[in-house]
C-alpha cells in the first residue's frame, strides 16, 4: 500500500510515517499542502493522511483537488477538532473518513488499511499461490502450513507478486510499490529483499527471474 502523509507538524508526520512503515506500508510525507499537492500529482498513492491546517495550501484546497482529479484515492482527513459540524464540513470536500486529534495509532492504522482496500480492486483477505498462503488482514504468510517469519518489506514483495496471479513483476513496479520515494531506483535493494525471501521461503524455489523482464510467482 502506498501512503502519502500531509502534515505540518513535523514529528507528528515522522512518527506516523515510521509507524505506518511498521506495518509494511511504502510512506511517503510532506510537510505543506503545496509539496503534498506535487506528490500526489506524480505518485498514485492508495491513501492520503491529510491534516486540515497546512501552510501555503490548506488541507481543505488539497481534499478538494484530490476529489476533482477523479482518482481513486482515498483520503483520511485529520483536525484538531472532532465536532460534528467539522466532520460533515470534511467529509463534504471530498474526504473519504475522519479523524480528530488526540489519536490512537491504532484506529489510524485501522482506517488507513481500510481505506486502502477501498482504492484497490476489490481482493479476498487471504490470498494463495504455490502452496503460499498470506493473511492481509492479519500481516502473516505461511508455506505449506509454516509460518514464514517475513519483515514487513518481504511481505510487502510477495503481497505485489502474489496480487499478479502468475503475471511478471518488473524491479520497478517492485520498487515502485513496495518502497517509498526516498528508495534509489539504481539500488540493489529488490535484489536482496527478493534474496532473503527467497531464502525464507526455502525449497523448491517458487519465484521465477525472467530476465530482462522481471519476477514472477510460480503457479
Not at 502450513?145 to 510487502?156: H, N, R, V
Not at 539504481?186 to 532473503?196: E, G
Request: glycine letters at 10%; aromatic letters at 4%.
Amino acid at each position: 500500500m502506498r501512503v502519502l502523509v500531509v502534515e505540518d507538524e513535523a514529528p507528528l508526520a515522522d512518527a506516523v510515517a515510521r509507524g505506518l512503515r511498521r506495518e509494511g506500508m511504502a510512506v511517503d510525507v510532506a510537510y505543506d499542502g503545496v509539496d503534498g499537492h506535487e506528490k500526489a500529482t506524480v505518485t498514485r498513492y492508495d491513501v492520503v493522511v491529510l491534516d486540515r491546517d497546512l501552510p501555503g495550501m490548506s488541507g481543505d484546497e488539497l481534499c478538494r483537488r484530490l476529489a476533482a482529479d477523479g482518482a481513486l484515492t482515498r483520503v483520511l482527513m485529520l483536525t484538531a477538532s472532532g465536532t460534528v459540524a467539522d466532520r460533515v464540513e470534511g467529509l463534504s470536500l471530498g474526504a473519504d473518513d475522519y479523524l480528530a486529534k488526540p489519536f490512537a495509532f491504532a484506529e489510524l492504522v485501522a482506517r488507513v488499511g481500510s481505506l486502502g482496500r477501498r482504492a484497490r480492486p476489490a481482493l479476498p483477505p487471504v490470498l494463495e499461490r504455490a502452496g503460499i498462503t498470506l493473511d492481509r488482514p492479519r500481516h502473516r504468510a505461511w508455506r505449506d502450513g509454516l509460518l514464514l517469519p517475513l519483515s514487513p518489506k518481504e511481505f510487502a514483495v510477495l503481497e505485489v507478486l502474489m496480487r499478479a496471479e502468475g503475471a511478471v513483476v518488473s524491479a520497478e513496479e517492485l520498487l515502485e510499490k513496495a518502497w517509498d520515494e526516498n528508495a534509489d531506483p539504481f539500488t540493489n535493494a529488490v535484489q536482496v529483499a527478493l534474496m532473503t525471501l527467497r531464502r525464507k521461503l526455502g525449497g523448491p524455489q517458487v519465484i521465477e527471474t525472467v530476465p530482462g523482464a522481471g519476477y514472477r510467482l510460480g503457479p
